[in-house]
């Protein structure tokens, strides 16, 4: 069975009749990016303009009576209709589709028909499979590689035919029709009843198809490739973009170079060239920054330990500093005999931390000092080190360490 939506891509609403309503659940991605189970109702309609998914394209949005239908799925010759409220069996409802939603899937599959059609046709490329995506469409393609020269001959040809204005219509043929042999094909769903939907771009592709398309394409306007990545096992994936979402993509490129513009105060075509410059810059300061520390961190070691408060149990705080400036400081100290707990970062806040002195020392109070401090790390031969999230803590560790130095001291 064809829907209205399949019979007539463009119509936005209809009058129909509910056939049935049962109770079913829906699993969606909540605002948390956690998994959500809906519950609500399977709503069957006489007929629809929404489309439920299939051959790579996702479903559509829209209303029944004004209620939000969240998804639209096949069931054999009927569409499942998910909403919140229940609709009255037997009763008339209006339907309508989220056009811009519609209308953009529609230039998206089109696209994809003509851009599989004109590879093969051009570089014999065949298409294993295609994903429309909510900001990029992609097609697969059954070669290890595409070159650059393909992609633009490619992208010249279908750009070419949408100027043409080349018709496209859609025609059902019985299961038995010889013609279906001639039809581009990956194969039927295993539970399709009734006649075969067959999608014809007029002189270029006839391709079985059960997706909403334009009727001509230039209601594509225009496509634009983006380019090529590496696919599955001996595949090629074209990365494309077709119509309104050619227009979007231009106007956030063009806002990102408008905003590099004014950042780089230089012309957008010297804009890698500044960055680059940049960059160069940064790792020269990294480097020299880098240098400034490990030179800092030998003199902070030899002030501690030429220091008046030199003892069992050494701290010292600093904001800025990593890993490896905390290593140095304990590699030129050489707390063999010492606690040394070495934190950087902020002081009420997130950091770093490292716990130096006897193995056996820091191997018992190394997990503790994570615990007071709500981190977590490891350590070995004598360190222990690791992230925290309170830093504020840091007197409650001092006072761990002097306890337990204390106590050692007395069972000696």
């Known amino acids: 069975m064809a829907f209205q939506c399949q019979r007539d891509s463009y119509l936005r609403e209809i009058t129909t009749a509910v056939v049935s309503c049962r109770p079913a659940e829906l699993q969606t991605e909540g605002s948390n990016g ?37 998804r639209v799925t096949r069931r054999g010759a009927q569409a499942d209709h998910f ?71 490619i992208e010249q040809s279908v750009n ?25 094909a990956r194969g039927l769903p295993d539970d399709h009843a009734g006649p075969i939907r067959v999608v014809t771009i007029e002189g270029v592709d006839a391709n079985m198809c059960c997706g909403t398309h334009v009727s001509n394409l230039s209601d594509l306007q225009v496509i634009k490739i983006l380019g090529t990545e590496k696919g599955k096992k001996n595949k090629t994936n074209l990365v494309f973009l077709a119509g309104n979402r050619v227009l979007k993509w231009m106007e956030r490129s063009h806002g990102t170079e408008k905003a590099l513009t004014a950042l780089l105060k230089c012309g957008a075509e010297d804009h890698v060239e500044a960055v680059k410059k940049l960059q160069n810059c940064t790792k020269l300061l990294q480097k020299n920054n880098l240098n400034l520390l490990r030179d800092l961190a030998v003199h902070l070691a030899h002030s501690l330990r030429n220091s008046p408060d030199w003892g069992a149990v050494v ?28 934190t950087v970062g902020d002081e009420k806040g997130a950091g770093l931390f ?17 615990e007071v401090l709500e981190g977590k790390g490891a350590g070995k031969k004598g360190r222990f080190q690791g992230k925290a999230t309170k830093m504020s803590w840091r007197a409650e560790v001092q006072a761990l360490l002097q306890d337990y130095v204390s106590t050692q001291s007395s069972e000696e």
Do not use: Y
Not at 46 to 51: G, I, K, P
Not at 319 to 342: P, Q, R, W, Y
């Open 34 to 70: 956690k998994k959500e189970v809906l519950s609500g109702f399977h709503v069957v309609l006489e007929d629809t303009v929404l489309f439920p998914e299939g051959g790579g394209q996702p479903d559509d949005r829209g209303t029944i009576n004004d209620i939000s239908v969240l």
């Open 83 to 153: 909403t919140q409220t229940p609709l009255a069996p037997g009763s008339q409802v209006q339907v309508r589709v989220d056009w811009e939603r519609r209308f953009d899937h529609m230039q998206q599959h089109s696209g994809q028909h003509l851009i599989t059609a004109v590879a093969d046709n051009l570089f014999g490329l065949k298409t294993t499979s295609w994903e429309l995506g909510r900001l990029r469409s992609v097609i697969e393609l059954d070669n290890p590689s595409v070159t650059a020269e393909q992609v633009a001959a």
């Open 160 to 184: 070419e035919k949408i100027r043409d204005r080349v018709p496209v219509c859609v025609r059902e043929l019985s299961l038995d029709d010889p013609e279906v042999e001639q039809v581009r």
């Open 315 to 342: 701290l010292l705080h600093r904001k800025e500093g990593d890993s490896e400036f905390m290593n140095i400081i304990a590699n030129e100290v050489g707390s063999e005999e010492t606690l040394l707990f070495l």
């Open 354 to 370: 490292l716990l130096a002195g006897p193995a056996e020392a820091v191997e018992t109070l190394g997990p503790r000092v994570a």
